[in-house]
Nanobody, 119 residues
Framework: QVQLAESGGGLVQPGGSLRLSCAAS????????MGWYRQAPGKQRELVAS???????NYADSVRGRFTISRDNAKYTVYLQMDSLKPEDTAVYSC?????????????WGQGTQVTVSS
């Protein structure tokens, strides 16, 4: 069983930046999509950004232009560069790696890292 481990969360002032990292403990077979999700208190989990093995990206409207997702396929790692942070970005951020419709299929989640944007 592959595990995902996030790092890089913390407390930052509005307008500041953070970089999240998520590394897989083992090999991720085949093409897949890695993504970052977030859940704020009292709200549903939402997709922040995702990136395919080939580099195609997708962003939530609320973060487009401020966040950048990237990945290192050789290291089975995904990153989220977050700039111009706002208080409404405060949430637990979790990474995900999934491969569906092919064998092997998988859907791995990290435990999450807290991001707090406050002055």
């Amino acid at each position: 069983q592959v595990q995902l481990a996030e790092s890089g969360g913390g407390l930052v002032q509005p307008g500041g930046s953070l970089r999240l990292s998520c590394a897989a403990s083992g090999r991720l077979f085949g093409s897949n999509v890695m993504g970052w999700y977030r859940q704020a208190p009292g709200k549903q989990r939402e997709l922040v950004a995702s990136i395919s093995s080939g580099g195609s990206t997708n962003y939530a409207d609320s973060v487009r232009g401020r966040f950048t997702i990237s990945r290192d396929n050789a290291k089975y790692t995904v990153y989220l560069q977050m700039d111009s942070l706002k208080p409404e970005d405060t949430a637990v951020y979790s990474c995900n790696a999934k491969r569906v419709g092919s064998i092997p299929s998988y859907n791995y989640w990290g435990q999450g890292t807290q991001v707090t944007v406050s002055s």
